[in-house]
């Protein structure tokens, strides 16, 4: 039997560090005996891309199972010596049950037992991420919190439900916030990579934007109505890409917060044993 590790994220755990990782070492992985399909190869050198995994999403988006057998049988599998193979890809978090049971399907007829590897965080933590992202990729001009929008939960729960109900104890459900030191450490535990034998990322991959820049970029894409706002943030990033950031911590939002989504918390560590 064959076994596939499919890492859908989430969005905002390192997923871009981790792919990058993966890329940079899949030779390496090859060697151990897991295949790891270097279809975006710029990965390697710290760009940030949606993994190796988008044109698996791209044949289930369109419902063309029978690419999506192919993909998996060929593209992912693709050498005959190895009986393990990773697909990482944080769009694949976003499926509907319909798709998610049609995968199982495919891994089971061909004799694939299929890991689902998640990475959860702090909901403040990954919305003040989320709104630094649309600084730098959508224009955003207003400060953290002016819109309702900021401290939207995004429905991690409810994706967790969809796979859970297919996979059962075949999703494993990591707490960013404990592994976000060694993303690539956590990340081999649970797929038996081992690490000594691959090489280490040299740069931070998609770093957030510390609270200054923050400022500085929201005003300029105010000035240009956020046409620039990828173009001004890689360049400000490229000039220090291992800066330290920290996180904006606002009391009054951690409480919405708090009692918006305790309930889908609770659940959530109690289901997969988090803190």
Request: net charge positive; proline share 2%.
């Amino acid at each position: 039997m064959k076994k596939l590790y499919l890492h859908i994220g989430f969005g905002k755990t390192g997923s871009s560090a981790l792919q990058s990782w993966l890329s940079l070492n899949s030779k390496a992985l090859g060697k151990q005996g897991i295949d790891y399909a270097d279809l975006v190869p710029k990965a390697k050198f710290g760009e940030a891309s949606s993994g190796n995994g988008y044109a698996l999403f791209m044949a289930c988006k369109q419902k063309q199972f029978e690419e999506v057998e192919r993909l998996i049988c060929s593209e992912y599998f693709f050498n005959h010596r190895n009986s393990v193979s990773i697909i990482s890809c944080e769009l694949l978090q976003g499926f509907a049950k319909p798709a998610i049971v049609k995968l199982r399907d495919i891994c089971q007829r061909n004799d694939i037992d299929i890991t689902i590897i998640v990475f959860v965080r702090s909901i403040y933590e990954q919305c003040y991420s989320n709104y630094l992202q649309r600084v730098k990729r959508s224009g955003a001009t207003h400060a953290f919190g002016e819109e309702e929008s900021d401290i939207a939960f995004s429905n991690t729960a409810e994706k967790l439900r969809r796979y859970l109900d297919v996979f059962g104890p075949q999703l494993t459900v990591l707490n960013y916030d404990e592994e976000k030191h060694d993303i690539c450490g956590a990340f081999s535990r649970i797929t038996g990579i081992n690490p000594k034998n691959t090489e280490t990322i040299k740069q931070r991959v998609n770093r957030s934007l510390t609270q200054e820049e923050t400022d500085v970029l929201r005003r300029l894409n105010g000035f240009h109505k956020g046409k620039f706002s990828t173009h001004l943030s890689d360049y400000v990033i490229r000039q220090s890409p291992n800066k330290e950031t920290h996180v904006f911590y606002d009391e009054s939002m951690v409480k919405t917060l708090r009692e918006k989504y305790d309930e889908d918390v609770q659940w959530v560590n109690c289901q997969f044993a988090l803190n």
